[in-house]
């Protein structure tokens, strides 16, 4: 049977996590890494096993607004963030709202992600929400994600790609801090009587952690062998290693934005069998992630590269 052209792969990776986020299972008591606040006699924060229907606890932030008054419940936690780029955000919840909006009252459940410069300064958000009477709009700050009630979802993104794909008025450079808030706010009526609004968001596995690392060998039977890009993550310089065995073949190497646009052309030639290392200078390029294409007729290959500074 002729294998020409089928590629068969091999990839050792070596990567590297480092959880930010102190307690985001909610399996200790509130005061280890979490800030509370609330505003209402009916405005709680509380853990229990029971939320989810399985052993691990969860946590309820919930309020229940009355006549002449709007109420809250707020759980956060805020972790640095020394590059955007290699945070992933991700995490569990479930929304309930309940409100008389005929009376004008109003409820509203969110899990946001809030992003902040070096000094805390807030510089826009992410937030998943339940409000039954509308739709947000999102903006150059503002990315509103509506999420239906009463059922559990699962969240997770990077948080670099996130600012960079949806929120225009932020430089994802300037992220320093994530905050992660827990929210419930809730408005009663003036002729309303009793409790008119209620908003409960439910959350576990809330995770922010840095992911690093690169995949350090990916071989062909085409006779290429796609080393390595390290170091990785860099500061200015980084070098790329690959083999060509067998036959003279036409080298393509590029460099490649996060949004798919032309960066830089490292090698456009026909190379002869042997082992290369070229070095990409990344001094004049900003931060973020780029993907570093290697290409012949018969192969393709792409590695992530990250630029902290």
């Known amino acids: 049977m002729s294998i020409l052209g089928l590629v068969v792969w091999l990839v050792i990776g070596a990567w590297s996590k480092e959880e930010l986020i102190v307690n985001g299972d909610f399996e200790q008591p509130l005061s280890n890494g979490w800030t509370e606040e609330t505003e209402g006699t009916w405005s709680s924060i509380m853990q229990s096993p029971y939320y989810d229907g399985d052993e691990d606890y969860e946590v309820k932030v919930s309020t229940e607004a009355g006549p002449h008054c709007e109420t809250y419940a707020y759980l956060w936690q805020t972790v640095n963030t020394p590059n955007p780029h290699i945070v992933e955000f991700s995490g569990k919840a479930k929304f309930e709202t309940v409100a008389y909006q005929s009376e004008g009252s109003w409820a509203v459940a969110q899990l946001i992600v809030v992003y902040a410069d070096a000094g805390g300064n807030y510089l826009g958000d992410t937030r998943m929400y339940n409000y039954p009477y509308g739709s947000w ?31 225009s008025g932020v430089n994802s450079a300037n992220v320093k801090k994530v905050q992660i808030k827990i929210t419930a706010n809730g408005f009663g009526a003036q002729i309303c009587i009793g409790k008119d609004a209620t908003a409960t968001t439910y959350a576990d596995e809330i995770s922010v952690r840095t992911e690093t690392g690169v995949e350090e060998e990916k071989i062909s039977v085409d006779g290429i062998h796609f080393s390595q890009v390290s170091p990785n993550p860099f500061g200015e310089k980084t070098e790329i290693r690959y083999q060509l065995e067998g036959q003279k073949k036409p080298i393509s190497l590029k460099v490649y934005s996060l949004s798919g646009n032309l960066i830089e ?13 070229t070095h990409w200078n990344a001094k004049n390029i900003p931060s973020g992630i780029y993907f570093i294409q290697l290409k012949t007729e018969r192969f393709e290959d792409t590695r992530k590269a990250i630029i902290m500074r």
Do not use: K, M
């Open 137 to 167: 709009q999102s903006d150059a700050t503002h990315h509103a994600i509506e999420i239906a009630g009463g059922v559990w979802n699962e969240f997770s993104f990077n948080v670099g790609e996130e600012v960079d794909n949806n929120l």
């Open 265 to 277: 052309t490292l090698i456009d030639e026909e190379q002869e069998p042997g082992c290369y290392a």
